[in-house]
């Protein structure tokens, strides 16, 4: 809870921070990784520092975080900032941040915005925010204690590839055991693990890609797409080195599985799941995990991709689909679409949806915006569509 006096000074200076927070955010990276250049090397994504989604993720929750502290909570109830929160904790655990870190980000953050906002930083305006970050950095401190215990405690653990399958031209499926032999936690369906993995250059950096298996198997897998980058946006270095290098045999380092897209107590509850491209993967797990559960309510199943040969994990995701007893299946493609399929972009305007229903997301943000906006549109609850991004959640950061 802020103080009163510091919940009145942010509320006056979030017009002022708000508008330069991405000039104090571009900043706060150039000064921190001018100090710990480990840091980009061996934490941070070194794609999406490049394309600059990072510094947008942490300008939008940091603004986010502070203007629904400061707002009444009736006008934004499904923007609590405890789910938020959550978010951003999952990642975190994912990537085996440690409480100690918080202190370093402090630190640079601080220093860019009285860098930026100079004289108007007086003491009390610093005294408000900082009461800001702390209040975000201990609910996230204590989270993400909650999930190492949670996990065991142990950040990396070695697991060696025993399967690789190539699904599409640009997606490759990796089953993996640990080295070690010993039992592993199971895992939700929509959980994804962090992979770290030393590139030819020494870094070691760190990806997250969905758990494409179904929960309580032995051989725990990930479906990655090779990110072949544009004019825009660079090459996926380690999507590109997995595919290019790890073979059967290969070792890799895995976090314990993280995410809070999971599907919650679904008996009897109408479901709708949503993906494109490779958003497919999380979507899989949770029909794996349906079918095995012997789940009897409606399940809408709606995907759309490119074409048919680049629909990943095509011949699973429908397989599943097929074992639930009232199911249906909506697929689209762009080109080359089978009898049983739509040309074109997903457009939910004819597809029925049950009442009650509750909707989980998975793609590319404008695929999801439209999805959620149709949903809406069709009667579901907002707080009922559940989303995850891939990458920095800008969507949520946004919101």
């Not at 702390?134 to 070695?158: F, K, Q, S, T, V």
Request: glycine fraction near 8%.
């Amino acid at each position: 809870m802020l103080s009163e006096q510091s919940a009145a000074t942010v509320r006056a200076t979030l017009p002022a921070v708000g508008a330069a927070i991405g000039e104090i955010t571009e900043r706060f990276y150039a000064g921190l990784f001018a100090a710990h250049p480990d840091l980009l090397r061996d934490l941070f994504n070194r794609g999406n520092q490049a394309a600059g989604t990072q510094r947008q993720a942490l300008a939008g929750s940091i603004a986010a975080f502070a203007t629904r502290l400061v707002q009444p909570a009736q006008d934004r109830p499904q923007d609590r900032p405890d789910a938020m929160l959550t978010r951003i904790a999952h990642k975190h655990a994912s990537l085996g941040i440690a409480p100690e870190q918080y202190e370093v980000v402090h630190e640079h953050l601080f220093a860019a915005i009285a860098d930026v906002l100079g004289e108007a930083v007086t003491p009390e305006v610093a005294a408000a925010w900082d009461e800001v970050y702390w209040l975000m950095a201990n609910a996230l401190i204590a989270i993400e204690r909650r999930l190492y215990e949670e996990g065991g405690g142990d950040a990396w653990r070695e697991w060696e590839v025993v399967e690789r399958v190539r699904e599409t031209e640009d997606v490759v499926t990796f089953g993996m055991r640990p080295v070690d032999g010993a039992p592993v936690r199971d895992f939700r369906a929509g959980q994804y693990v962090s992979v770290r993995t030393q590139l030819p250059d020494g870094a070691r950096q760190i990806r997250q890609y969905s758990l494409s298996g179904a929960p309580g198997a032995d051989v725990r897998r990930i479906s990655v797409k090779r990110v072949a980058g544009g004019a825009t946006t660079p090459e996926g270095e380690v999507s590109n080195h997995l595919h290019a290098r790890v073979r059967e045999g290969s070792l890799l380092e895995l976090s314990e599985p993280y995410g809070d897209l999971v599907l919650a107590d679904a008996v009897g509850t109408p479901l709708l799941l949503a993906s494109a491209g490779i958003g497919v993967t999380p979507i899989v797990a949770m029909l794996a995990h349906l079918s095995a559960t012997g789940h009897d309510a409606p399940v809408t199943v709606v995907h759309a991709d490119r074409s048919p040969a680049d629909h990943a994990l095509r011949t699973d995701h429908e397989a599943y689909a097929a074992k639930l007893p009232d199911a249906s299946v909506h697929l689209w493609y762009e080109r080359e679409a089978p009898a049983h399929a739509r040309t074109g972009l997903a457009d939910l305007t004819d597809v029925p949806v049950a009442p009650g229903t509750r909707a989980y997301l998975c793609g590319p943000l404008p695929f999801m915006r439209a999805v959620r906006a149709q949903l809406i549109e069709k009667g579901v609850a907002p707080a009922d569509v559940h989303y995850e991004v891939f990458g920095p959640d800008l969507w949520l950061a946004r919101a």
